[in-house]
């Protein structure tokens, strides 16, 4: 494998941006070192221009991209999935699957165990992520309402066993019928348990962060607010993600599914350590088309793509993002972000938010050497995964 040394670029470092040269060597960063270090020539040298230079972008949230959905029963959707997004800087991600029958999750995962062994496929897939079907009819957005269910222990323990540990998060709504059950199965198996799709009040969210629910799906997007019951004012999972301190979300700053001022109401209310960038992009991400349709090619739901963004055929609601990484931090920048802070929402915070035991998001001696190059513009000039340069747009 190649040996590269980076130099004449501004990396992105967590708590900054400094003036280094980074080494990759087998696959990993080898050293971060002076401008000033001499070092043999066996590396490459590559000047980077001035450009910015950060570890590779990680979305935890990521139904398709490039025309295909992760629920495709496709051989190619991973690799058209994964190149789409790859080439906007993304090196690592969750695949995720919608609410769906049981026996389409469980073709779904045979498919990502496939591509999880595929050498074609340079991005890191960092386990899977289901986002249902235990959630609410009440906040079901553009998930199809047949497909919605309590939750079943049979079922739900069937899935996990077929996935041979691969489920890493798993995205429920905690007031349905089960709950309590499915946390204690999804504590003692090491799953992330997100709260998704919820229309619970903040009373129920607080017991259910005591059960382990951690994680907020999707900031704003299908979930409950402020009721009235008896006239006195209840709180929703809305709410409970500001109220609750230690409560970590995730937003689709794609600048359509929150307009600029409530994301910059987010990260003034909420420590940023808290909040990771996703994209929730479905296939038409990393494509110029009008007209797709969300979830597996077996199962669509048609919607049309206008605005920036994708939505049901009547425009009622919002059917996904089409975002890519690079538009997400691009978005934060413009309300006030510091560039550095915008790239830890997406590389440092999803590991840490998910608990992953791998050295993706830094850029540290050891870390894996998935790396992104950018302008101010945060316009991709070079991805590398894990040593190879994968992406090269000079």
């Known amino acids: ?10 990396l992105i470092k967590e708590n900054g941006i400094e003036k280094s040269d980074l080494l990759i060597s087998d ?18 040298k590559t000047d980077c221009n001035g450009y910015y230079i950060s570890a590779g972008f990680i979305d935890i949230h990521q139904h398709g991209g490039g025309g295909n959905d992760y629920m495709d029963d496709d ?35 045979e498919r990502y165990k496939d591509a999880k062994n595929d050498p074609g496929i340079s991005t890191t897939l960092l386990g899977i992520h289901i986002e249902g079907p235990y959630i609410s009819s009440k906040q079901a957005g553009a998930q199809k309402p047949e497909h919605i269910r309590i939750f079943d222990e049979d079922e739900y323990r069937e899935i996990y066993s077929a996935s041979e540990g691969h489920i890493k998060r798993w995205s429920v709504a905690p007031e349905i019928e089960g709950a309590e059950k499915f946390a ?13 799709h919820s229309d619970a009040d903040l009373y129920t ?6 059960l382990g629910f951690r994680h907020i799906t999707h900031l704003y997007s299908c979930m409950s607010t402020i009721i009235r019951r008896g006239g006195f004012r209840v709180p929703g999972v ?39 960038l996703i994209t929730d992009s479905m296939r038409a991400a990393g494509q110029n088309v ?17 605005d920036g963004v994708a939505k049901l055929e009547d425009r009622s609601a919002f059917a996904g993002s089409i975002a890519t990484a690079d538009r997400l931090i691009r978005n934060m920048i413009k309300i006030g972000v510091p560039l550095h802070s915008a790239v830890k929402m997406m590389t440092v915070n999803p590991i840490r938010m998910m608990e992953l035991n791998v050295k993706k998001g830094k850029l540290l001696e050891g870390y894996d050497a998935d ?24």
Do not use: W
Request: hydrophobic letters at 40%.
């Open 27 to 44: 696959g990993k960063i080898e050293a971060v070192i002076s401008p000033d270090t001499l070092t043999t020539d066996e590396y490459i």
């Open 184 to 196: 204690d199965f999804a504590n003692e198996n090491g799953i992330t348990l997100s709260i998704a």
């Open 238 to 276: 809305l709410e409970a993600s500001y109220y609750i301190d230690d409560m970590n979300v995730e937003i689709i700053a794609d600048g359509c599914h929150i307009p600029p001022s409530l994301l910059s109401y987010a990260v003034k209310f909420k420590d940023n350590d808290r909040i990771a």
């Open 205 to 210: 969210v607080e017991s259910s962060y005591k």
């Open 75 to 109: 051989k190619d959707a991973y690799f058209n999935i994964c190149s789409a997004h790859l080439a906007h800087g993304t090196t690592s991600v969750m695949p995720t699957f919608l609410s769906a029958d049981k026996s389409s999750i469980l073709s779904a995962i």
């Open 371 to 394: 790396i992104c190059i950018f302008d101010d513009d945060i316009n991709i000039k070079k991805v590398f995964c894990q040593g190879k340069l994968e992406i090269e747009n000079e």
């Open 1 to 10: 494998m190649m040996k590269y040394r980076l130099c004449g670029g501004n």
């Open 290 to 306: 009008e007209k797709s349709y969300l979830g597996s090619m077996h199962d669509p739901l048609p919607v049309i793509i206008e």
